[in-house]
Nanobody
Framework: QVQLVESGGGLVQPGGSLRLSCSAP????????IGWFRQAPGKGRERLSC????????DYADSVKGRFTFSRDSAKNTVYLHLNSLKPEDTAVYYC????????????????WGKGTLVTVSS
């Protein structure tokens, strides 16, 4: 039925860049709040950013502010997270998640989650 599919993760050197993608075969992303989250080894899940249409629901997390950029391509029903100036501490599984358009994007209440894509930044 409803699913989110992340892609674009992989191994990258410190200072490098990646672009993560999230597509949604089950529904139209323009009608939902969409967030990016990550979980590093041994850490809890961290919310990075969330957006509903053109409105930012949350600011970027301090750990990634100025380095990561959220974007959307409505024609492709896809959202992106561009990761720049990567650091070893950015190593994590990255997830996209969706909720109703009025959501405050709380991690524990997002309705739909992808399976994640692993980003590994070598030291």
């Amino acid at each position: 039925q409803v699913q989110l599919v992340e892609s674009g993760g992989g191994l990258v050197q410190p200072g490098g860049s990646l672009r993560l993608s999230c597509s949604a075969p089950g529904f139209t992303l323009d009608y939902y709040a969409i967030g990016w989250f990550r979980q590093a080894p041994g850490k809890g899940r961290e919310r990075l950013s969330c957006r509903s249409g053109s409105v930012d629901i949350t600011d970027y997390a301090d750990s990634v502010k100025g380095r990561f950029t959220f974007s959307r391509d409505s024609a492709k029903n896809t959202v992106y997270l561009h990761l720049n100036s990567l650091k070893p501490e950015d190593t994590a599984v990255y997830y996209c998640a969706a909720d109703r358009i009025g959501s405050n994007c709380a991690t524990e209440t997002m309705d739909y989650w992808g399976k994640g894509t692993l980003v590994t930044v070598s030291s």
